[in-house]
Protein backbone atom coordinates (compact mmCIF):
# COMPACT_ATOMS: atom_id res chain seq x y z
CA UNK A 1 0.00 0.00 0.00
CA UNK A 2 1.75 3.39 -1.41
CA UNK A 3 2.30 5.86 2.49
CA UNK A 4 -0.42 8.36 0.99
CA UNK A 5 -2.96 6.04 0.46
CA UNK A 6 -1.91 4.57 3.94
CA UNK A 7 -2.41 8.20 5.22
CA UNK A 8 -5.85 8.79 3.51
CA UNK A 9 -7.10 5.33 5.01
CA UNK A 10 -6.06 6.70 8.29
CA UNK A 11 -7.55 9.92 8.45
CA UNK A 12 -11.05 8.59 7.51
CA UNK A 13 -11.32 5.59 10.86
CA UNK A 14 -12.78 6.32 14.01
CA UNK A 15 -9.83 5.81 16.63
CA UNK A 16 -12.45 4.81 19.10
CA UNK A 17 -13.29 1.81 17.58
CA UNK A 18 -9.33 0.35 18.72
CA UNK A 19 -7.68 -0.78 21.80
CA UNK A 20 -4.29 0.36 22.45
CA UNK A 21 -1.98 -2.72 21.89
CA UNK A 22 -0.16 -4.53 24.88
CA UNK A 23 3.60 -5.27 24.45
CA UNK A 24 3.41 -8.60 23.02
CA UNK A 25 0.47 -11.09 22.10
CA UNK A 26 1.59 -13.08 25.41
CA UNK A 27 -0.37 -9.91 27.68
CA UNK A 28 -3.45 -10.91 25.70
CA UNK A 29 -3.50 -14.18 26.42
CA UNK A 30 -3.93 -16.65 29.71
CA UNK A 31 -1.50 -19.62 30.49
CA UNK A 32 -4.50 -21.96 29.05
CA UNK A 33 -4.62 -20.71 25.67
CA UNK A 34 -2.59 -21.83 22.53
CA UNK A 35 -1.55 -19.46 20.21
CA UNK A 36 -2.33 -20.53 16.32
CA UNK A 37 -1.86 -18.09 13.25
CA UNK A 38 -3.34 -18.74 10.06
CA UNK A 39 -2.17 -19.24 7.06
CA UNK A 40 -2.95 -15.72 4.84
CA UNK A 41 -2.87 -14.95 1.01
CA UNK A 42 -1.99 -11.25 0.40
CA UNK A 43 -5.20 -11.04 -1.00
CA UNK A 44 -6.82 -12.43 1.90
CA UNK A 45 -8.11 -10.39 5.13
CA UNK A 46 -5.77 -8.39 7.20
CA UNK A 47 -3.70 -10.20 9.34
CA UNK A 48 -4.79 -12.42 11.76
CA UNK A 49 -4.45 -14.02 15.30
CA UNK A 50 -6.62 -16.59 17.31
CA UNK A 51 -6.65 -18.20 20.58
CA UNK A 52 -8.71 -20.46 22.00
CA UNK A 53 -8.87 -19.63 26.15
CA UNK A 54 -11.30 -22.32 27.32
CA UNK A 55 -12.55 -23.71 24.01
CA UNK A 56 -13.37 -20.53 23.04
CA UNK A 57 -12.13 -18.70 20.18
CA UNK A 58 -10.84 -14.94 20.82
CA UNK A 59 -9.51 -12.75 17.54
CA UNK A 60 -7.25 -9.82 17.82
CA UNK A 61 -7.89 -7.84 14.12
CA UNK A 62 -4.66 -5.97 13.35
CA UNK A 63 -6.42 -2.89 11.35
CA UNK A 64 -4.96 0.07 8.93
CA UNK A 65 -3.85 2.08 11.63
CA UNK A 66 -0.34 0.99 12.92
CA UNK A 67 -0.18 0.60 16.59
CA UNK A 68 -4.09 -0.53 17.15
CA UNK A 69 -6.38 -3.45 16.83
CA UNK A 70 -9.87 -4.31 17.35
CA UNK A 71 -10.83 -7.35 19.28
CA UNK A 72 -13.32 -9.54 18.16
CA UNK A 73 -16.71 -9.29 20.55
CA UNK A 74 -15.03 -6.34 22.38
CA UNK A 75 -17.25 -2.80 22.60
CA UNK A 76 -14.89 -1.67 19.69
CA UNK A 77 -16.29 -4.78 17.85
CA UNK A 78 -19.58 -4.43 18.24
CA UNK A 79 -19.12 -0.39 17.66
CA UNK A 80 -17.60 -1.10 14.14
CA UNK A 81 -20.33 -3.45 13.79
CA UNK A 82 -23.07 -0.55 14.54
CA UNK A 83 -21.41 2.25 12.60
CA UNK A 84 -21.49 -0.52 9.33
CA UNK A 85 -24.76 -0.93 10.12
CA UNK A 86 -25.86 2.94 9.76
CA UNK A 87 -23.74 3.01 6.95
CA UNK A 88 -25.18 -0.03 5.38
CA UNK A 89 -29.01 0.64 6.24
CA UNK A 90 -29.47 4.38 6.19
CA UNK A 91 -27.67 4.88 2.98
CA UNK A 92 -29.70 2.05 1.13
CA UNK A 93 -32.59 3.28 1.89
CA UNK A 94 -32.24 6.38 1.64
CA UNK A 95 -31.30 5.96 -2.14
CA UNK A 96 -34.70 3.93 -3.13
CA UNK A 97 -36.68 6.45 -1.63
CA UNK A 98 -38.05 6.89 -5.24
CA UNK A 99 -39.59 3.33 -5.34
CA UNK A 100 -40.51 3.34 -2.18
CA UNK A 101 -42.37 6.32 -2.06
CA UNK A 102 -44.18 4.47 -5.62
CA UNK A 103 -44.62 1.59 -3.20
CA UNK A 104 -46.53 3.09 -0.81
CA UNK A 105 -48.91 4.83 -2.99
CA UNK A 106 -50.09 1.53 -5.06
CA UNK A 107 -50.49 0.00 -1.46
CA UNK A 108 -52.65 3.22 -0.26
CA UNK A 109 -54.28 4.20 -3.23
CA UNK A 110 -54.31 1.32 -5.68
CA UNK A 111 -57.30 2.70 -8.24
CA UNK A 112 -54.95 5.72 -9.05
CA UNK A 113 -51.75 4.39 -8.98
CA UNK A 114 -51.82 0.63 -10.89
CA UNK A 115 -48.75 0.01 -12.04
CA UNK A 116 -45.02 0.80 -11.16
CA UNK A 117 -44.66 2.57 -14.65
CA UNK A 118 -47.65 4.64 -13.98
CA UNK A 119 -46.86 5.22 -10.59
CA UNK A 120 -43.69 7.12 -11.48
CA UNK A 121 -45.65 8.66 -14.39
CA UNK A 122 -48.44 9.96 -12.06
CA UNK A 123 -45.70 11.43 -9.31
CA UNK A 124 -43.29 12.75 -11.95
CA UNK A 125 -46.63 14.77 -13.54
CA UNK A 126 -48.20 15.81 -10.07
CA UNK A 127 -44.91 17.07 -7.94
CA UNK A 128 -41.55 16.93 -10.12
CA UNK A 129 -39.04 15.03 -9.90
CA UNK A 130 -37.89 16.50 -6.64
CA UNK A 131 -41.28 14.65 -5.32
CA UNK A 132 -39.35 10.98 -5.96
CA UNK A 133 -37.07 11.82 -2.79
CA UNK A 134 -39.96 13.35 -0.50
CA UNK A 135 -39.88 12.00 2.78
CA UNK A 136 -36.08 11.18 2.39
CA UNK A 137 -34.84 12.82 6.03
CA UNK A 138 -37.10 10.64 8.02
CA UNK A 139 -35.80 7.56 6.08
CA UNK A 140 -32.23 8.40 6.34
CA UNK A 141 -32.43 9.19 10.48
CA UNK A 142 -35.06 6.49 11.09
CA UNK A 143 -33.04 3.64 8.96
CA UNK A 144 -29.80 4.25 10.03
CA UNK A 145 -31.14 4.16 14.03
CA UNK A 146 -32.75 0.75 12.72
CA UNK A 147 -29.66 -0.44 11.17
CA UNK A 148 -27.52 0.43 14.08
CA UNK A 149 -29.55 -1.41 16.51
CA UNK A 150 -30.32 -4.29 13.87
CA UNK A 151 -26.48 -5.11 13.26
CA UNK A 152 -25.10 -4.25 16.37
CA UNK A 153 -27.23 -5.88 18.37
CA UNK A 154 -27.46 -9.02 16.12
CA UNK A 155 -23.80 -9.58 16.42
CA UNK A 156 -24.24 -9.49 20.29
CA UNK A 157 -27.03 -11.40 20.67
CA UNK A 158 -25.60 -14.22 18.23
CA UNK A 159 -22.17 -14.21 19.95
CA UNK A 160 -24.87 -14.24 23.69
CA UNK A 161 -26.63 -17.23 22.55
CA UNK A 162 -23.53 -18.96 21.17
CA UNK A 163 -22.06 -18.75 24.80
CA UNK A 164 -25.02 -20.31 26.24
CA UNK A 165 -25.16 -22.85 23.53
CA UNK A 166 -21.60 -23.47 24.23
CA UNK A 167 -19.66 -24.67 21.36
CA UNK A 168 -21.10 -28.00 20.48
CA UNK A 169 -24.55 -26.55 20.41
CA UNK A 170 -23.96 -23.32 18.52
CA UNK A 171 -22.39 -25.37 15.67
CA UNK A 172 -25.01 -27.88 16.06
CA UNK A 173 -28.28 -25.31 15.84
CA UNK A 174 -26.41 -22.51 14.15
CA UNK A 175 -29.28 -21.78 12.46
CA UNK A 176 -31.86 -21.75 15.93
CA UNK A 177 -28.99 -18.88 16.94
CA UNK A 178 -29.14 -16.72 13.55
CA UNK A 179 -33.01 -16.65 14.07
CA UNK A 180 -32.69 -15.56 17.69
CA UNK A 181 -30.31 -13.44 17.48
CA UNK A 182 -32.24 -11.65 14.55
CA UNK A 183 -35.05 -11.18 16.04
CA UNK A 184 -33.64 -10.13 19.66
CA UNK A 185 -31.86 -7.61 17.49
CA UNK A 186 -34.59 -6.27 15.52
CA UNK A 187 -37.43 -6.20 18.27
CA UNK A 188 -34.86 -3.24 19.91
CA UNK A 189 -34.21 -2.16 16.35
CA UNK A 190 -38.17 -1.01 15.22
CA UNK A 191 -38.46 0.92 18.51
CA UNK A 192 -35.68 3.40 16.89
CA UNK A 193 -37.46 3.56 13.16
CA UNK A 194 -41.49 3.47 14.56
CA UNK A 195 -41.51 7.34 14.61
CA UNK A 196 -39.94 7.97 11.25
CA UNK A 197 -41.31 5.58 9.53
CA UNK A 198 -44.75 6.81 10.70
CA UNK A 199 -43.87 10.34 9.29
CA UNK A 200 -42.01 9.12 6.57
CA UNK A 201 -45.60 7.21 5.65
CA UNK A 202 -47.87 10.20 6.17
CA UNK A 203 -45.76 12.92 3.93
CA UNK A 204 -45.10 10.17 1.33
CA UNK A 205 -48.83 9.28 0.78
CA UNK A 206 -50.80 12.20 1.56
CA UNK A 207 -49.62 15.18 -0.62
CA UNK A 208 -49.95 18.63 1.40
CA UNK A 209 -49.52 16.86 4.69
CA UNK A 210 -46.26 18.05 4.98
CA UNK A 211 -42.73 19.03 2.73
CA UNK A 212 -40.63 17.13 5.07
CA UNK A 213 -39.41 15.93 8.69
CA UNK A 214 -39.05 19.47 10.01
CA UNK A 215 -42.77 20.56 9.52
CA UNK A 216 -44.23 16.96 9.43
CA UNK A 217 -42.63 15.40 12.55
CA UNK A 218 -44.54 18.36 14.63
CA UNK A 219 -47.82 18.71 12.43
CA UNK A 220 -48.16 14.54 13.57
CA UNK A 221 -47.57 14.59 17.23
CA UNK A 222 -50.09 18.02 17.48
CA UNK A 223 -52.77 15.25 15.26
CA UNK A 224 -52.27 12.23 16.88
CA UNK A 225 -50.06 12.74 19.97
CA UNK A 226 -46.61 11.40 21.01
CA UNK A 227 -48.06 7.56 21.07
CA UNK A 228 -49.24 8.15 17.82
CA UNK A 229 -45.90 7.79 16.39
CA UNK A 230 -45.74 4.50 17.61
CA UNK A 231 -49.84 3.68 16.73
CA UNK A 232 -47.55 1.23 14.22
CA UNK A 233 -44.85 -0.63 15.95
CA UNK A 234 -46.88 -3.89 16.37
CA UNK A 235 -47.51 -4.20 12.88
CA UNK A 236 -43.47 -2.99 12.04
CA UNK A 237 -42.73 -5.58 14.35
CA UNK A 238 -45.05 -8.08 12.71
CA UNK A 239 -42.85 -7.12 8.89
CA UNK A 240 -39.56 -6.25 10.39
CA UNK A 241 -38.99 -9.34 12.60
CA UNK A 242 -39.99 -11.97 10.20
CA UNK A 243 -37.93 -9.78 7.46
CA UNK A 244 -34.73 -9.50 9.49
CA UNK A 245 -34.90 -13.17 10.53
CA UNK A 246 -35.01 -14.65 7.28
CA UNK A 247 -32.52 -11.69 6.10
CA UNK A 248 -29.62 -12.73 8.77
CA UNK A 249 -30.71 -16.36 9.00
CA UNK A 250 -30.62 -17.29 4.52
CA UNK A 251 -27.61 -15.18 4.13
CA UNK A 252 -25.47 -17.19 6.82
CA UNK A 253 -26.75 -19.95 5.11
CA UNK A 254 -26.48 -18.80 1.63
CA UNK A 255 -23.15 -17.56 1.98
CA UNK A 256 -22.00 -20.79 3.23
CA UNK A 257 -23.38 -22.86 0.73
CA UNK A 258 -21.62 -20.45 -1.94
CA UNK A 259 -18.28 -20.94 -0.26
CA UNK A 260 -18.99 -24.64 0.11
CA UNK A 261 -20.31 -25.54 -3.47
CA UNK A 262 -19.21 -22.81 -5.57
CA UNK A 263 -15.70 -21.59 -5.19
CA UNK A 264 -12.92 -23.83 -4.65
CA UNK A 265 -10.73 -22.17 -2.69
CA UNK A 266 -11.77 -21.54 0.87
CA UNK A 267 -12.67 -18.43 2.02
CA UNK A 268 -9.31 -17.24 3.63
CA UNK A 269 -7.46 -17.79 0.62
CA UNK A 270 -10.35 -15.58 -1.41
CA UNK A 271 -9.69 -11.82 -2.13
CA UNK A 272 -11.76 -9.32 -0.56
CA UNK A 273 -12.80 -8.17 -3.68
CA UNK A 274 -14.46 -11.82 -4.17
CA UNK A 275 -15.63 -11.86 -0.37
CA UNK A 276 -17.81 -8.93 -1.01
CA UNK A 277 -19.27 -9.79 -4.39
CA UNK A 278 -20.47 -13.27 -2.03
CA UNK A 279 -21.68 -11.07 0.53
CA UNK A 280 -23.61 -9.04 -2.16
CA UNK A 281 -24.93 -12.11 -3.60
CA UNK A 282 -25.83 -14.02 -0.75
CA UNK A 283 -27.64 -10.58 0.32
CA UNK A 284 -29.33 -10.22 -3.03
CA UNK A 285 -31.53 -13.86 -2.85
CA UNK A 286 -31.87 -13.16 0.80
CA UNK A 287 -33.59 -10.11 0.18
CA UNK A 288 -35.91 -11.99 -2.32
CA UNK A 289 -36.97 -14.48 0.48
CA UNK A 290 -37.20 -11.37 2.55
CA UNK A 291 -39.61 -9.48 0.45
CA UNK A 292 -42.23 -12.29 0.19
CA UNK A 293 -42.33 -13.04 4.34
CA UNK A 294 -42.97 -9.78 5.26
CA UNK A 295 -45.00 -8.53 2.48
CA UNK A 296 -48.40 -8.55 4.52
CA UNK A 297 -47.24 -6.72 7.45
CA UNK A 298 -45.90 -4.21 5.04
CA UNK A 299 -49.24 -3.18 3.77
CA UNK A 300 -50.19 -2.80 6.74
CA UNK A 301 -47.87 -0.61 7.94
CA UNK A 302 -48.51 1.27 5.02
CA UNK A 303 -52.23 1.42 5.44
CA UNK A 304 -52.32 1.95 9.19
CA UNK A 305 -49.98 4.95 9.40
CA UNK A 306 -51.57 6.32 6.14
CA UNK A 307 -55.21 6.86 7.59
CA UNK A 308 -55.85 8.07 11.21
CA UNK A 309 -57.25 6.00 13.82
CA UNK A 310 -57.47 2.42 11.16
CA UNK A 311 -57.36 -0.43 12.25
CA UNK A 312 -56.00 -4.00 11.09
CA UNK A 313 -59.47 -5.15 10.55
CA UNK A 314 -60.53 -1.91 8.49
CA UNK A 315 -56.76 -2.59 7.12
CA UNK A 316 -58.04 -6.79 5.66
CA UNK A 317 -61.61 -5.52 4.97
CA UNK A 318 -60.17 -2.92 2.21
CA UNK A 319 -57.46 -4.62 1.00
CA UNK A 320 -58.95 -8.48 1.14
CA UNK A 321 -56.12 -11.25 2.26
CA UNK A 322 -54.93 -12.04 -1.29
CA UNK A 323 -54.45 -8.27 -1.89
CA UNK A 324 -52.33 -8.07 1.53
CA UNK A 325 -50.20 -10.67 0.15
CA UNK A 326 -50.17 -9.59 -3.32
CA UNK A 327 -50.27 -5.37 -3.57
CA UNK A 328 -46.78 -3.95 -4.81
CA UNK A 329 -44.97 -7.27 -4.07
CA UNK A 330 -43.22 -7.47 -7.50
CA UNK A 331 -41.75 -3.54 -6.92
CA UNK A 332 -40.68 -4.82 -3.49
CA UNK A 333 -39.02 -8.01 -4.43
CA UNK A 334 -36.89 -5.71 -6.60
CA UNK A 335 -36.14 -2.87 -4.12
CA UNK A 336 -35.72 -5.58 -1.42
CA UNK A 337 -33.51 -7.55 -3.02
CA UNK A 338 -31.53 -4.90 -4.28
CA UNK A 339 -31.59 -3.17 -1.21
CA UNK A 340 -30.64 -6.31 0.84
CA UNK A 341 -27.89 -7.08 -1.12
CA UNK A 342 -26.89 -3.56 -0.99
CA UNK A 343 -26.72 -3.39 2.73
CA UNK A 344 -24.55 -6.60 3.10
CA UNK A 345 -22.01 -5.60 0.37
CA UNK A 346 -21.38 -1.98 2.56
CA UNK A 347 -21.71 -4.08 5.59
CA UNK A 348 -19.11 -5.71 5.09
CA UNK A 349 -16.88 -3.42 3.56
CA UNK A 350 -16.70 -1.51 6.13
CA UNK A 351 -15.37 -4.13 8.28
CA UNK A 352 -12.83 -5.18 5.70
CA UNK A 353 -11.59 -1.59 5.67
CA UNK A 354 -11.22 -1.31 9.36
CA UNK A 355 -9.83 -4.26 9.50
CA UNK A 356 -12.68 -6.99 10.51
CA UNK A 357 -13.14 -10.65 8.24
CA UNK A 358 -16.30 -10.70 6.39
CA UNK A 359 -19.71 -11.95 7.70
CA UNK A 360 -20.38 -15.68 7.21
CA UNK A 361 -19.13 -18.86 8.98
CA UNK A 362 -18.15 -21.27 6.71
CA UNK A 363 -18.55 -24.98 7.56
CA UNK A 364 -15.34 -26.30 8.50
CA UNK A 365 -13.74 -28.85 5.60
CA UNK A 366 -13.40 -32.71 6.60
CA UNK A 367 -9.52 -32.68 6.63
CA UNK A 368 -10.19 -29.35 9.73
CA UNK A 369 -12.44 -31.53 11.20
CA UNK A 370 -10.01 -34.54 11.55
CA UNK A 371 -7.61 -32.66 12.84
CA UNK A 372 -9.75 -30.64 15.53
CA UNK A 373 -11.00 -33.96 17.06
CA UNK A 374 -7.27 -35.61 17.26
Known sequence: MAPSEDLNRRSLLPTYLYTTPSSSYSTLLTSKSTLTVDKLTPESTPSLSESKVNGVDNFIIASPMEGRKIEMYSPQFYGACTVGGILSCGLTHMAVTPLDLVKCNMQIDPA?????????????????????????VPTLLGYSAQGACKFGFYEFFKKYYSD?????????????????????????????????????????????????????????????????????????????????????????????????????SPKSECSKTLQLGVSFAGGYVAGVFCAIVSHPADNLVSFLNNAKGATVGDAVKKMGVLGLFTRGLPLRIVMIGTLTGAQWGIYDAFKVFVGLPTTGRVAPTPAATEVAKA
Open 112 to 136: KYKSISSGFGILLKEQGVRGFFRGW
Open 164 to 264: IAGPENAAKYKTLIYLAGSASAEVIADVALCPMEAVKVRVQTQPGFARGLSDGFPKFVRSEGALGLYKGLVPLWGRQIPYTMMKFASFETIVEMIYKHAIP
